[in-house]
């Protein structure tokens, strides 16, 4: 049985940090291209930072200098170090796997930086 599991969300201030996680299990995570995905109040999903299966990372523009997307593959785990927040990062987080045939989803975790 495939999950992904994502922990580590919550209520944080502008400027805080948090890391999010994503435990994952039920598939060779070896071949999976690992990302996360956010989606806030009234909008539609954006893709916020992506772990290739090669160890090269990509963010948003949104996020970029601020987050830090990393991968355990010991773990079959990867996460993601969110810096400086602000209130336009407040959305659910979710962790999303990749693969040229399957793809899967977390089922989220809800990030909220207001003061």
């Known amino acids: 049985q495939v999950q992904l599991v994502e922990s580590g969300g919550g209520l944080v201030q502008p400027g805080g940090s948090l890391r999010l996680s994503c435990a994952a299990s039920g598939f060779t995570f070896s071949n999976y291209e690992m990302s996360w995905v956010r989606q806030a109040p009234g909008k539609g999903f954006e893709l916020v930072a992506v772990f290739t299966i090669g160890g090269t990372t990509y963010y948003a523009d949104s996020v970029k200098g601020r987050f830090t997307i990393s991968r355990d593959s010991a773990k079959n785990a990867i996460y993601l170090q969110m810096n400086s927040l602000k209130p336009e990062d407040t959305a659910v987080y979710y962790c999303?796997?990749?693969?040229?045939?399957?793809?899967?989803w977390g089922q989220g975790t809800q990030v909220t930086v207001s003061s």
């Open positions: 999303y796997a990749r693969a040229s045939l399957h793809d899967y």
